[in-house]
T-cell receptor, first 114, second 112 residues
Framework: KAGVTQTPRYLIKTRGQQVTLSCSPI?????VSWYQQTPGQGLQFLFE???????NKGNFPGRFSGRQFSNSRSEMNVSTLELGDSALYLC?????????????FGPGTRLLVL | GDSVTQMEGPVTLSEEAFLTINCTYT??????LFWYVQYPGEGLQLLLK?????DKGSNKGFEATYRKETTSFHLEKGSVQVSDSAVYFC???????????FGTGTSLTVIP
């Protein structure tokens, strides 16, 4: 089975722009979570989607948004980029079978805001 | 609420030394526990997991035992290698809610 894929892998934007990142989960996985990783703040939870519905949301401003499509692929969008948004954005998928759950991560998208 | 507290780093060890990275958790119920590893420039990879009390997860020489009485899940390896240099994350699986909780990560450097 193919793993979690994220595109693009690297991105350079300037302040004020917006960006869309994409995540394709492992086949059959219905839950997708997004995390922001920075050297100073560590791994911070952004949001989680399941069956096209956002079920959990972390403590991030409304500039950060996401969605999930019927095939479980997910996108996250950051509008009005700030320098502090420079980070590695990680996507993780899990089966959500109702029993034991394990998250599997993609390689991440490294975003640099200039 | 649920949370994970992980040993602060960085940790520097000589090759073949014994490794322990401490992890304790706070949770109601019986969540699964995980260790993930992140190599430079990559995403997190699942290293091992345990789903119930007294379970031992193991992989690539690493081990961790789910201790409910001490709410701990410490990562150990008997003899580290240079290739083990990475950042290690302890994590708590979904419990009463749907969210995973991660520790702050512990950076390990193994020197020859």
């Amino acid at each position: 089975k193919a793993g979690v894929t994220q595109t693009p892998r690297y991105l350079i934007k300037t302040r004020g722009q917006q960006v869309t990142l994409s995540c394709s989960p492992i086949s059959g996985h219905r839950s997708v979570s997004w995390y922001q990783q920075t050297p100073g703040q560590g791994l911070q939870f952004l949001f989680e989607y399941f069956s096209e519905t956002q079920r959990n949301k972390g403590n991030f401003p409304g500039r950060f948004s996401g969605r999930q499509f019927s095939n479980s692929r997910s996108e996250m969008n950051v509008s009005t980029l700030e320098l502090g948004d420079s980070a590695l954005y990680l996507c993780a998928s899990s089966l959500r079978s109702g029993g034991e759950e394990t998250q599997y991560f993609g390689p991440g998208t490294r975003l640099l805001v200039l | 609420g649920d949370s994970v507290t992980q040993m602060e780093g960085p940790v520097t060890l000589s090759e073949e030394a014994f490794l322990t990275i401490n992890c304790t958790y706070t949770a109601t119920g019986y969540p699964s526990l995980f260790w993930y590893v992140q190599y430079p420039g990559e995403g997190l990879q699942l290293l091992l997991k345990a789903t119930k009390a007294d379970d031992k997860g193991s992989n690539k020489g690493f081990e961790a035992t789910y201790r409910k009485e001490t709410t701990s899940f410490h990562l150990e390896k008997g003899s580290v290698q240079v290739s083990d240099s990475a950042v290690y994350f302890c994590a708590l699986g979904p419990n009463t809610g749907n969210q995973f909780y991660f520790g702050t990560g512990t950076s390990l450097t193994v020197i020859p």
